[in-house]
């Protein structure tokens, strides 16, 4: 139907050429009434309007946002109603996807009002490219009734970008980015390098008081609905989370059962690399929304402790022989920072982009400074214990797939009195894949690395009893020796004349 009124339109078109060209020979009085008069049988012939949204654009030729949004809404709700449809694996995508061949009208209804979809091409310019597919100069054209024009600018094509955005986050391959060395990186290349995120934790899979577990997910879906909740309390719509334990207790399972639970993406941030402020917050700048920022194993990460300490120290000693203060900063920013690191979780920089979790994991949380992990800055912390029983039934229906056994009372006494992780009870679950055991041969191997760690966790602590009254023992003999050298000296004093 658009193809009709736009066929009709083109002969009044080429009439306008014809009398454009005419026009000068025409007395100017005559020629304002005869342009209004001409613009309005343009609009009675050919009431539609066109919107062009070209697939490259900027100074860069970058892929348009709008076209890709474009791409993928028109590809979930119009392609149904394509005749002419083409395949392909998409770039960011695991799965074929189908989208509308060129020159292919769609029809799309939004509010009861109907607009035209089709995706064209330019003609060849004829001009070499450095940039890929430039010469293509592909567009989609969206034509509508004039009077819906508010309509479709204010609200549709909003609409177009909103769906657009969440089925291409739906149809993407997750990613797990980590960040290239400073020395490698140049204006030009990307401060993230990534592979494609495969981890298969879930919370099903994760071995944890089921409490605490159900605690964390309604906390995620809090979060990930909030986005109203946030902006109307004036907050930047960001959480971090602090876990912390001993080695195997699964904190970088569970970072990687939360991406699965909320299809983040995760950018693994290696601190040690950072060399400076500056270069941290232009880290942060290219991670997107939708996502996990972690750094593992912080208090290794940076000299965090007792900077801030340090800090108020020299800055007493420097009263005196203070820097101006444009040198001070610079000396600031030439190195990366406990207060860098604060700027980075919840600095004004922090809000930009929005939907990010920060997760922090550490083995000594004693260790942390204080202001890095208070609350606001790290919302939840969350500890990840020794394995408990209920946390021994999850891995026993992974491992094993059994709820109950006859031997699992023994587990769970022998659990009670011993300090064990849940990858090393994994690890003796692991039998029944390595060797194809039966489940009661996996649970009585389990059964010996418990009685093991005991033995093991027996003897540590009376070397260390041992070490103790060593320690004390010497410490005495030490006194008494004092005490005899002292009385020593006293009698020969008294002795002398
Ligand atoms: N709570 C858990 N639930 C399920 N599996 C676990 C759990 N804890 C540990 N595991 C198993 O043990 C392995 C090591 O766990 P993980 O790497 O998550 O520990 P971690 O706490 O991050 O250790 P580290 O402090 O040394 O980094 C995992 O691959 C997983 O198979
Ligand atoms: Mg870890």
Known sequence: MAGNWAGLGAAVIS?????????????????????????????????????TIHEYCGEYMQRDELYVASEAYLSSTCSSRARKLKADLGQESDKPSVTIDDYEEVIDTFRGVSVWWCACMRPNSHTISFYPNQEQRKYYRLTFHNRHRKLVEGEYLNHVLREGRDVTIRNRIR??????????????????????FEHPATFDTLAMDPEKKREIIDDLVTFCKGKEYYKKIGKAWKRGYLLYGPPGTGKS????????????????LELTTVKTNTELRKIFIETTGKSIIVIEDIDCSIDLTGKRKEKEEKDDEEKDEKLPSCMEEKDENSKLTLSGILNFIDG?????????????????????DPALIRRGRMDMHIEMSYCTFEAFKVLAKNYLGILEHDLFDTIQTLLSEVNISPADVAEGLMLKISRNEDVGACLMNLIRVIEA?????????????AAQ?????????????????????????????
Request: hydrophobic share 35%; net charge neutral; charged share 25%.
């Open 453 to 465: 760690a005991k033995e093991e966790a027996k003897k540590k602590a009376q070397q260390k009893l």
């Open 15 to 51: 009439f306008l050429y014809l009398y454009d060209r005419v026009a000068n020979y025409i007395p100017f009085q005559i020629r304002d009434h005869l342009a209004t008069f001409f613009h309005k049988v343009v609009s009675f012939v050919n009431p539609y309007d066109q919107i």
């Open 253 to 268: 399972t569970m970072i990687a059962a939360i991406a699965n639970f909320l299809e983040y993406d995760v950018y693994d």
């Open 348 to 368: 004004l920089w922090s809000a930009c982009g929005g939907e990010r979790i920060v997760i922090f994991t550490t083995n000594h949380v004693e260790k942390l």
């Open 175 to 196: 990613k797990l980015f980590t960040n290239n060395p400073s020395s490698n990186s140049d204006r030009y290349s990307s401060l993230w390098s990534h592979v494609a």
């Open 469 to 497: 009254e060593n320690k004390k023992s010497s410490k005495e003999e030490s006194s008494v020796e004092k005490a005899l050298n002292l009385e020593e000296k006293n009698s020969k004093n008294e002795l002398a004349p």
